[in-house]
């Protein structure tokens, strides 16, 4: 059971920016998220308070020492507490007593970071064996060693503490979180992969000076060295699809053959696509060689990976040009995109995450209390900020009249376009709009668009939104919102905005205060990304019901007199000029 490990030289992740204070972490990071649960273990410590005054006596670095685990924080590391201080150790499980190698100390948080180095007394909950054979060095999964069901279970209790550690909300105002919606598929899911390759070392010195770059030998080509900067080689990802796989194993061979024709470093593309054939049609689509003619790319017989699904059968080929063109099936849904392009990246569970949204993105029909009947949702309309090349807007345009999609990119709302007529759906009930999503209700059309008729869904970055955009939308008022993130950190926080409403400043830098306007209805987790740390994050909000249903002012605070003055909001979605230049 024991697992050695080499001792990692490279450079640390985590190093400290000397001008950043140890407080002053970016919001929804990973060192941020690692801080509150290593301040939260911290309570439990039952230091005397003259114990707590000693100066601690912490172990030196590259020393070696047991830590029995705690639990496992929401960045997936294991959490160990000793004499008053946090050890983050990777690749535990909790109920673990391992060998750890301390590689920094964060004496003004009391938490030190270690590598792992072996297994002394395995944890009862360390039942797998993990498949990938770099797993404990490779920085890509962290939990190959537990059950999965053990692993969707920590899911929960990471969106449970985002809301606790981030909204800002009282607990009344939290749900109970459902349980982690797992994926089909735990390993041979991941549609896209991007290993690499680091430049020569005397590279960068020898391009400037006019020479060609020499490498004395073909570079590691593969992933973070966990803990490190550095890149380790990795022949084989058992968490990418077949196909990439393949297109791995290929690209690989590529590289190493070809590598006098680089300059520097390189990040490798591999992302699958796919081609759907009915299959009385399938054996004409073949070439002598068994390549595919639909797709031109060319690719051999062994590079295609064939799936029977119903009428259809599944070809699958591994792209590596960023600009060539991807094709995804998600439900009966077409999606074309530039390889290189945004795209969800586990295609096993997306039908199950466009059902749930389905199912609970209206409002619950509810029986009126005349005794009338049943009253269905008032809702036809669905604006998608942030929709990239059109996922959602396209899956779920069948629950809605009208459809808009928003999205910073350019290039994505021109796949978005495609991606409608690829799926026959008509202009006048499907658009698209390239804005930024901050601009987003003065981008929207005149008309059709109440907001008592409107849900809204969002699908951010990792960073969350921005204040702007989530003061717009309280502005805007839409009846409902689901809010999907591959951040529940940075969703808990905007959710929190939503519920509680936020303290911004305005266009000249005063205080404006805007006030929340929903509750939460559900919120639950996706397991986008089995065997790693990684969540994705589905809340449904609704409006809340009378007497709390508008906004009934904004208060615009004087800083320079202390009194607050108020701006009326119109309540049907329309921002007073002077706050919407
Ligand atoms: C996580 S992706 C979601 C894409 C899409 N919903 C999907 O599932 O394929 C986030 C998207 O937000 C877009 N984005 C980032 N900042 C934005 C902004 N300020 N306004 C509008 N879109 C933005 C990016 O271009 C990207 O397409």
Redesign the pocket.
């Known amino acids: 059971m024991a697992q050695k490990r080499p001792f990692n030289e490279g450079k640390r992740h985590f190093k400290k920016n000397k001008k950043q204070k140890a407080s002053q972490v970016a919001e929804g990071s990973n060192e941020e998220v690692l801080l509150a649960d290593v301040r939260r273990l911290l309570k439990q410590t039952t230091l005397t308070d003259d114990e707590a005054k000693d100066e601690k006596q912490l172990p030196e670095q590259h020393s070696e020492l047991d830590l029995d685990i705690h639990s496992l924080s929401s960045t997936g590391d294991g959490l160990a507490l000793r004499d008053g201080q946090v050890y983050v150790v990777p690749f535990a499980a909790p109920g673990d007593t391992i060998t750890a190698k301390v590689y920094r100390h964060v004496q003004e948080e009391s938490y030190s970071l270690a590598d792992f180095v072996s297994v002394k007394k395995p944890s009862p909950h360390r039942t797998e064996t993990p498949r990938c054979p770099y797993f404990t060095q490779c920085s890509g999964c962290q939990f190959q060693h537990l059950p999965y069901d053990y692993q969707l279970a920590h899911k929960k209790s990471i969106v449970e503490k985002a809301y606790i550690n981030f909204s800002g909300l009282s607990v009344d105002k939290v749900p109970a979180v459902g349980d982690t919606i797992g994926s089909p598929l735990q390993y041979g899911y991941r549609t896209k992969l991007t290993p690499h390759f680091d430049g020569p070392p005397g590279g960068r010195r020898d391009k400037r000076q006019g020479k060609k770059v020499t490498w004395e030998d073909v570079p590691p080509i593969g992933f973070m060295l966990k803990g490190t900067r550095k890149t380790m080689d990795i022949e084989e990802c058992p968490i990418g699809t077949e196909s990439v796989q393949k297109g791995m194993k290929r690209e690989r061979e590529r590289v190493r053959r070809d590598i006098d024709q680089y300059q520097r470093g390189a990040t490798l593309l591999l992302r699958e696509s796919t081609e759907r054939i009915k299959k009385e049609r399938a054996g004409e689509v073949k070439q002598d060689n068994g390549a595919n003619v639909l797709s031109g790319n060319g690719e051999s017989a062994e590079d295609v990976v064939t799936e029977d699904v119903g009428e259809y059968e599944r070809r699958k080929t591994c792209i590596t040009d960023q600009k060539a063109t991807s094709t995804e099936y998600v439900d009966d849904f077409r999606?074309d995109n530039p390889a290189g392009?945004?795209?969800?990246n586990n295609n096993s569970i997306l039908p199950l995450v466009t059902q749930y949204i389905r199912d609970n993105i209206l409002a619950p029909p509810h029986v009126d209390t005349n005794g009338n009947g049943t009253i269905k949702s008032r809702i036809k309309n669905m604006i998608?900020?942030?929709?990239?090349?059109?996922?959602?807007?396209i899956a779920l345009s069948q629950t809605f009249s009208r459809s808009i999609g928003?999205?910073?990119?350019a290039q994505?709302i021109t796949s978005a376009r495609q991606n409608a007529m690829l799926n026959n759906l008509p202009d006048d009930s499907t658009q698209f709009i390239a804005?930024?999503?901050?601009n987003?209700f003065s981008a929207i059309p005149e008309g059709g668009f109440a907001p008592e008729e409107t849900v809204v869904?969002i699908?951010?970055?990792?960073k969350g939104c921005?204040q702007g955009?989530i003061q717009q939308l309280l502005w805007y008022a839409p009846e409902r919102i689901c809010y999907?993130?591959?951040n529940v950190h940075t969703q808990a926080r905007d959710v929190g905005w939503l519920v509680d409403g936020l303290d911004m400043a305005d266009d000249e830098g005063l205080p404006l205060k805007v006030k929340g306007l929903y509750e939460i209805e559900s919120l639950r987790g996706f397991d986008f990304f089995p065997q790693t740390g990684h969540v994705e994050g589905v809340a449904i909000l609704r409006k809340k019901k009378a007497g709390a249903e508008v906004p009934e002012a904004v208060e615009q605070i004087d800083a320079l007199n202390g009194s607050a003055s108020t701006v009326e909001a119109s309540g049907d979605g329309e921002a007073p000029a002077e706050l919407f230049r």
């Open positions: 999606f392009a945004f795209f969800q998608d900020a942030y929709c990239g090349s059109g996922f959602f807007t928003i999205d910073i990119a994505s804005a930024d999503a901050n987003l869904v699908d951010p970055p990792r921005d955009f999907v993130s591959c």
